[in-house]
């Protein structure tokens, strides 16, 4: 192989044992590339800082660029890093032809020579530069209107991986791991409840993203009282856990199973139906606890408690509720708008909304994904949402525990 | 017990072999309360139709009504039946309290002394009876206004539970039969072959519901030779299943995974968002195939040969592709117009659409439904799809298989 | 068809509403042969048995038999049943050809006339005629010696399907039901706690079978407790729970994974061995509880109350501890011996030793089956087990759960 | 912290881009260590070795030692090793506290000042050191005896981390990804027909790993084909596969379930145990196809061409069939024999025999182990079999595209 086509880059921090320079390395072999360090300057002892510069040699400039694509999310960026580039979009609602496509990970743009930070950081979109520069944040495709100014190309940005708080102690252990339920769960409940406390005492938010099959496993009660404590700020959720959880409270049923016997009522297959319905003469679920029908529950509990939600629709409702957003895009926008703020997020079992909320946050929000199939758990990570825990568990049991360690260290 | 709240109900058909009349006996009991079999003429061969009447008796009109409510879907009605009621919808988009709710079951109506069919079945909606009378049909909730005259309470309805087709030889088998991937394979794709075909010789349509996992694991071309070939009718999927079986026609990855070598491709995980930027461009999916864009795949397949499709949006969607329908309720109702002359339904690889498709599904519309995944065939059949045959295997696999034997067997 | 071979079976009991007439109908069509119902006497009100002979009609000898082999597991016996034949066995160590092939129903042997129960009730056994008659037991093929009388054929056996405790009010409902996590668990952890209570008041036994599972996510000293409480009275396991119970005690790690922390610790992947070296250097874990060695954990709690444990060996074991059984036939009979007067099974996340021990116990004993993962559930109902309560759960958090609920109603 | 315990460690070879360095320094950090990294001479392009030589500072004995312990198997040994250490056991059946416990990494001893190659090696062993000196073998626990010399400690004793094949192309993808079942399965399929070719092709054997549901499923006939044309050449398995594969040769059924229909047939549940029996009484499987009564299968194929096989017992068998071993020793033992020789290893379909397998295999024999239940792979993956590739899908439908593979590639 002749690799006449080079790049030099570099990078800068704890790049060795953080895993990022190796990544780099093996990266430019992957695709074919040669690589030459021209300078290391090794932190001796772990809390020094490390800086590399490589010369990246490839056969042609596609490799080339194929390399640079691939190490660029590692934090590896040219030596001499010119102004970002951004042009007019000339289609309304898609990004021009080359658009950056952003990460969930901080994300810098040079813009006048200065590095600057990109705000409402989301991953899978584009980067729009504020008309009068200075300023940057991604939107979604859909968002884009005639004139826009897009990032294009890689030129002129740089991704910060994330401080990787896990490194002290468990970064290779995590990621040998496959996703299990053969774990201790009593530690994987201690430090959600942990890391709900911190999140809290931080004044930041606690979102809950949840599925049907906590109110069917019986957790409805246990979702209430940790509303009702100002341990969940916002919750996510859809049609399916509003409308079972509401049942319950009509008729102590949840899909028509009894949740005190466990087995199916007469008519019980009707009760969600009949549940939504009267919310619906009703006017909505604000309406029914201000009217006193509906008097206990998670939904009872949001309202009391001013707690936001965000219910959103799916192809799989009856009805739906009139709170229920049935467009997707306006459901998400709705989410977007109460993630600032937002600490710590605890999703149990719903497949859906975790991926799209995975989606929708920043790689900064630590996320604990609790679902009793492991291939939900393994989807969420498989789609790059880093920052996630996976425990392979079940709902109600969960967050039984969950609720009684919150009991255990109130006040502590 | 004094049970002294009496109703008398009658029956017939193939009650006994068929289950019903032990259903219904055993309901009465279940319930609390007691019954006297007042005739029995039992089908002496197995062609004979049996008749019987039963005295049922409860403590309570409350337990006598549930019993009632309980054994109706099992195709017992009161010995006299008067005509239905049916009352104004006092609000729009809500049933009046105490509507009827509808089974995916073939329903009929007594609308002066006379019992005539309900069109448009499907699972939990309401009767709308035709403002001249004579006719009537399940609507939707939604789709109510003020002053639509809608069925309340079970007088004057009956259900005719549903022809067994599976009574000859597997009733038993097939109900004592939990959901298990330990199952001959090769007898379910040439069962499902069969029934396409059958199907498609009826001069009905063979409908498939799609989840991405079909592209993932490397199906594109099986299900667009399917297409082609005019043995796939209509397509219900989401956004995902559209991208990356065009981002396969665009890059050859799916999800950024190379269909070639299975293994991640530089930047891949950006192929998905430019795919549908790219087509969002173009202005949809047939305009990429007119231009000249899109040239392989379900997508490109389903444009050529004028397959109708849906694609129904969800919050977890990247983009979408301007095809998709963003909000569910008019999803729904783009899925329901495409359902009638709909013979055989094949849903591989997506919980979602699976679970949507099934709730607008008469029961008389046989489904196959295929999925790695055994809480996915377990969450539909536990909702009621009695009409659903589940197989727990691997997308791709089978459909390889099932194209063979559809090879096999062409022209036979 | 000419149907010109026939033969008159008779039935009694509960036959309608307990599904045993409707499935011997049921089963003679699925055969190809044609019924015609004599006599039927039909209990009026449930508590009434009812009557029924039938004949049966078939084409061919090979097809009678066909279905009688169907019926007769459902109580349907011919009008005149003969005394049981049993012969010689010719060959150590196998049944005579045609042997009748036991289920784990109650049945009974006519022998000089008269209906005697057979001993040892367990599937896929032969029966054992004593040599002076008026006995019968089931044996496994392994232990027949040469000569044994070995009943061969149905005739003059009978089967009694078991009194069926769900019949009152969820019959139906269980059989419709596929396996699944969504059911309300509180539920399910108040009946086993129940039947573990009533069992003891009972003075039967409770025995627990435990995948090792159990320890890895949390739960031995929850399963010590229960031991030592006198709830747990019989432990079937493997080298692996009791290695893991003892590394716990040893390390306070469990295949490495420390408990308290949830991480990998150092050499923690060697301590189950040395676990195990140190067991064996001891002679064995009843010496190390002697010696002060080992002082908590479930295996401790057992040796310390004199609990009787059975640890099978299989080929994926490192070590074993002395105390395994490396011959899975010495196993079995092992486990059988500590069978009788067991009242009630819970089995915890093994598929294995699940399936083993379902083989061996009569339908009598009721079993619960918790397992995080739906397909061991499945497996194991699938293989006939059909007293068995399956539930989808995650091993430490339901055990946490059940050991609650046992506190609560403590004296109650 | 005062660190003042000091060792000086050494690695030699792709240090950087292999993650072994990074991985070391990250443990060293992890146990609360510090390092200096002394000397680092970095291989300027992707083919030259690099050396390292780190100070590593612990603040006791017990740290320093932990530490040392966790590095050991990444292969960074002391700077001045000693020879290694044997000391006589002192008890039969076990090692002496403080035993080497053995990887299933190529690992080496320093004996009389050189460096020799561990025999057999084999993980969670012992390492017997020959009397002369000069050899060693890991040997398992059970098998030593008394004046054994078995190596104590770490001192002169290295790992040789694998030659990572993967390094090249997908080394992180591979790692950063959770066992999924979306994946392209058509490479899957071509790559472990490759492996299978290029293996028999190298003069090695293919080792099959069985379980019953690969007959279940319907495979039996496709596997018999590998097995007759010679592209499987030793087989393991238990008693349930054989059992089932002569069943469905006998009866045409599998546990009673037809594979040309798919429905139980009559009697059918009793199939598995007369096929068994019937076996028994002609004195084996070699017995019942050199009579001519075994004449098709997977059995009968391994028999017909000599190809060896092991039938290990376990306690859920029925019977066993003659050939089968029932104590688990004794059955490792006849696997150990075997695998000399085995180049490539397919497991399919079996939690028990896939574990047992691997632990029993040297890292260098690579392994694909197909299962349709993530938690399978998972749980193999888990348990340090790094050399597995493992695929989510179903039994039947995988072999039989194998099948088609391996005949479409034959004599390519």
Redesign the interface.
Known sequence: MSASFVEHVEMTGHI????L???V???????GG????ET?R?G???DDPSFVRIEVRAASPQQLE??L??VHPHGAVPSQAADCVAVAAD?G???P?G?Y?STNFRTQLKLGGEWIDVEDQEM?CGILVDPEGGAARCV???SVRVGDRIVVGRTGTRVLPPESEM???????F??????????????VR?IAHAMRKTRAAGEKVLAVLG??VV???GSELVARLVRDGLINVLFAGNALATHDMEQAFYGT??G????????T??G??HH??T??TI??IGGIRAAVEQGKLSSGIMYECVKSSTPFVL?????????LPEVV????V??DA?RRLLPGVGFCLMVAT???S??VG?LLPAAVKVACVD????T???L????STQTVGI???A???I??LVAELDRTRGA
Chains 1, 2, 3, 4 share one sequence.
């Open positions: 060795v044992d953080s895993l320079l190796p990544k390395l093996d990266a430019i072999l992957s695709r040669q690589y030459h360090i290391l090794l001796e002892k772990q194929a390399i694509a691939e289609v609602g898609a990004f032809d658009f496509c899978d979604p495709m859909t490194r002290k102690h468990e970064l290779f252990e990621m040998a791991s496959p996703v299990s339920s053969e774990r201790p769960k009593a530690v994987s430090e049907p099959a069917h496993t019986g949840s899909l199973v009894s949740l005190d016997q466990g087995i199916p007469h008519e297959h009707e139906l009949r939504i319905n619906r003469r959103a629709g799916s192809i799989r409702d009856d009805g739906p049935t467009d997707s895009l459901a998400q989410m497949t859906l909304h991926i799209a989606n009793i199939n492991p291939a758990v393994t989807k990570m498989d789609r790059g392979v568990s079940d109600e049991p969960f039984r525990a």
